[in-house]
């Protein structure tokens, strides 16, 4: 087996079992590197004792677990499509997300607008306020999930690439920056691959992690060779497409070596029967701009491209 293993830490909201879940996430990422690269995709298959899932949410949510009859026709759906229908593209182009787009970026810098927004909205900021406020401790306990997987790969100089979808990837930063500053262990991330992300929005960025301490050696985590952030059109919760400006410091003192967005054309189609999502996990890791920088990074290429490069922010 290669000396290669993949981390994704999932976002907010009760899952199904661990086991099962893993293998749905397996499952859509797989197809998603198939479809990025037919002839090398046997490479990755053959090994999924390479995946592993933090699955911190029974620790936010207690013992509720999503029944996971119910996504499995959905999944079985995603697989069988390969690209976004008009009524999709038409759907995640529409004046309702964009007007969710606008409304959240209002409470994102005024808070006391919040209860003007729509349920899903406030439902996301209430859980991004439990975290940040780790009330009962729930966020350390959360990170320390994270931190026993990553340790002894990282002091084993294991090449390592960390997937966060959504809040997963403020769970991830966070996680990063406390096992450098804090716990000062050597080496790197080789690749940080965020989806759906929202660690480019105000008040996130107001909590992570060390951030606020602009200039200071302490600002950023300093173990992540390359950042990829990938965003679909018409994902409310990847409110700020473009992570490179914002962490750009990061750039500029050499403490990473290349971050990259990608958010013009990638459409996340996976739909249930609540309609189109297009923030849902299964429906990025599916997605060939998705699954070329994950089959790339695998066969140890130098750069972490989608594949068309009119998708760069």
Not at 58 to 76: A, C, F, Q, T
Not at 115 to 129: D, H, S, V, Y
Request: charged residues 25%; neutral net charge; contains cysteine.
């Amino acid at each position: 087996m290669p000396n290669k293993h993949i981390i994704f830490v999932p976002g907010k909201n009760p899952k199904p079992p661990a086991p099962q879940h893993r293998d749905l996430l397996w499952r859509t990422l797989v197809e998603g590197a198939k479809r990025a690269d037919t002839e090398q995709i046997d490479k990755l298959s053959c090994h999924p004792e390479a995946f592993h899932l933090i699955a911190w949410n029974y620790l936010y949510y207690g013992s509720v677990e999503k029944d996971i009859s119910r996504d499995l026709p959905w999944i079985d759906a995603l697989i069988n499509t390969h690209a976004a229908s008009k009524d999709d593209i038409t759907e995640a182009k529409s004046w309702h997300r964009k007007w969710d787009r606008l409304l959240f970026t209002l409470i994102d810098h005024l808070h006391f607008l919040l209860p003007l927004a729509p349920k899903p909205i406030r439902m996301t900021a209430q859980e991004t306020f439990r975290y940040f406020n780790n009330r009962n401790n729930v966020a350390c306990e959360i990170r320390e999930l994270l931190k026993q997987e990553l340790r002894p790969l990282l002091q084993n100089g294991t090449s390592i690439l960390l997937i966060g979808h959504s809040l997963g990837s403020v769970i991830a930063y966070d996680t990063l920056w406390e096992l450098h500053h804090e716990e000062c262990l050597p080496g790197k991330v080789d690749l940080f691959l965020t989806i759906g992300s929202p660690l480019g929005m105000h008040y996130v960025q107001k909590h992570l992690m060390g951030f606020t301490k602009k200039r200071s050696f302490r600002t950023y985590p300093e173990n992540i060779r390359h950042w990829v952030n990938i965003s679909s059109v018409g994902d409310v919760t990847a409110l700020d497409t473009i992570f490179r400006d914002d962490f750009n410091d990061m750039l500029e003192r050499g403490l990473i070596e290349s971050i990259t967005d990608h958010c013009r054309g990638i459409y996340n189609f996976y739909r249930d029967d609540q309609g189109l999502n297009c923030h849902r996990s299964y429906g990025y890791l599916v997605n060939p701009a998705v699954g070329k920088v994950i089959i790339d990074w695998w066969l140890g290429k130098p750069t972490f491209s989608v594949p068309d490069e009119k998708t760069r922010c």
